[in-house]
Every structure is written in structure tokens, then in C-alpha cells.
């Protein structure tokens, strides 16, 4: 099923653009240009929400503080234009995941937008019943298990296995991997992927790992079997 973001932003010459960039990467969008709105609309429990500071009705940081008073759980995105406050809202814990300054690139802002979908669904799906001996992330701590038994892995060979995990039986291109994983201004051999891939497979199959990562030629790489949710 497709992830719900809510796009929160006044200007249409923004919101257009980033609509458009998250409808195409296969996300549900709802626009809103209203602090108002945008509360009114995490009743329908959008997973994300991408919240610009300077909306017509009420602060940005506001709408942040209320939803989370309300018991909103999803992932919020703070977007601002006023050069230098980033630093101060940054430093006061409105409940926020993550900030980015306007301007900003669609690649660094999609970047953002998966890392944090992938950190909130990981946690949603990583129940105790995937625990047999199929995969089991733990994202927050950054660690691998097998059954019980830990996979010993480095930062990067992590970072690919959580965004395979997270699309489980799915293709994920050569080009996202290097983006999320390495830079998004990598432009040198995508070698170093095949190298980490390697690695990876050898290490799961080392402690009995039945789920595999499947080469899809020409494309990129598919994590297959194990337990899927039940
Ligand atoms: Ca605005």
C-alpha cells in the first residue's frame, strides 16, 4: 500500500513541484495551505507530514506542537524559508523528525522522505513475530539478528539491508541504493555497491539466513523469501 504524506505549504510555487516529485516516487499526497487544515488532516493518519513554518493562519511550529499533543505518531518534516532560524527551532523540541531550508533540492527532500518512512515502518513491521529465524531489524540500535543470534554488519552494509527490508519482494534500483546509502552526488563506479551486496549476502547466509538478496539485472536488487508479515 502506498504511503500517505501530507504536504503542508501556502505556496503553490512549492507545493506543485514536491506534490508532483512524491506522487510520482508512488506516495498518496494530500496538499493542504492552512495550519488549520493540516490538523484536520492527521485524522486521516497520514504517515508523514512535510510542514512549512510560515503558513497564513498559524505558526508551523504550532501545528507541530499540537499534533503531537494530540497524539500524532508519524514522522513530521519542518521546512522553512527564514534563513538563520533553523539553528534556534532546531535547538527547541517541538516534536519534529527531522529540518530542511528553503530552498531546497526534490532530491535531498525525497532523500529525507524515505529515510524517515523507512525508519517508521521498520519499527511498525519489526514486531516479535518475525523473530523465528527470519530477519530481525532493529533500526533504532542499528543491529541485525538472526533468531537470536546477531549479524555482525558495518554501517553501510546496514543502511542497503534496512532499505531492501523496508521493500521486501520489490526491486530497489542500483541509483536509490548509491543515493541512500553512499550520496546522492555520487558519481563514481556503483562497484563498491556490488562489493557491500557481496558481503551482505555472505553474511546472512553464514547464520542460516533464508531470505535472500536477488540480483535483478540491469535494475538493481530484490530482497526475497523468509516470513513476510503474517
Ligand atoms: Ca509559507
Redesign the pocket.
Known amino acids: 500500500m502506498a504511503h500517505r504524506v501530507l504536504v503542508v505549504?501556502?505556496?503553490e510555487d512549492i507545493a506543485f513541484p514536491l506534490v508532483r516529485t512524491l506522487e510520482r516516487e508512488g506516495y498518496d499526497v494530500e496538499w493542504v495551505e492552512s495550519g488549520q487544515k493540516a490538523l484536520d488532516s492527521l485524522e486521516t493518519s497520514p504517515e508523514l507530514v512535510i510542514l512549512?513554518l510560515?503558513?497564513p493562519d498559524m505558526d508551523g511550529l504550532e501545528v507541530c506542537r499540537r499534533a503531537r499533543e494530540a497524539g500524532y505518531q508519524g514522522a513530521i518534516i519542518i521546512v522553512t524559508?527564514r534563513a538563520g532560524e533553523l539553528d534556534r527551532v532546531v535547538g527547541l523540541d517541538y516534536g519534529a523528525d527531522d529540518y530542511l531550508a528553503k530552498p531546497f533540492g526534490l532530491a535531498e527532500l525525497q532523500a529525507r522522505v524515505r529515510a524517515l518512512l523507512r525508519r517508521t515502518s521498520a519499527a511498525i513491521g519489526g514486531g516479535d513475530d518475525e523473530a523465528d529465524d527470519g530477519l530481525r531489524i532493529d533500526v533504532e540500535a542499528h543491529r541485525v539478528f538472526a533468531g537470536a543470534e546477531e549479524v555482525p554488519l558495518t554501517g553501510k552494509e546496514f543502511e542497503v539491508l534496512s532499505i531492501l527490508a523496508a521493500n521486501r519482494d520489490k526491486v530497489v534500483s542500483r541509483g536509490r541504493l548509491m543515493a541512500d546509502v553512499w550520496d546522492e552526488n555520487w558519481y563514481g563506479s556503483t562497484k563498491t555497491l556490488d562489493v557491500t551486496i557481496g558481503r551482505l549476502r555472505q553474511k546472512l547466509e553464514s547464520v542460516g539466513v533464508t531470505d535472500r538478496v536477488v540480483a535483478v539485472r540491469g535494475v538493481g536488487f530484490r530482497l526475497e523469501g523468509g516470513t513476510p508479515d503474517a
Do not use: N, T, V
Open positions: 505549504e501556502d505556496e512549512d510560515g503558513l524559508a
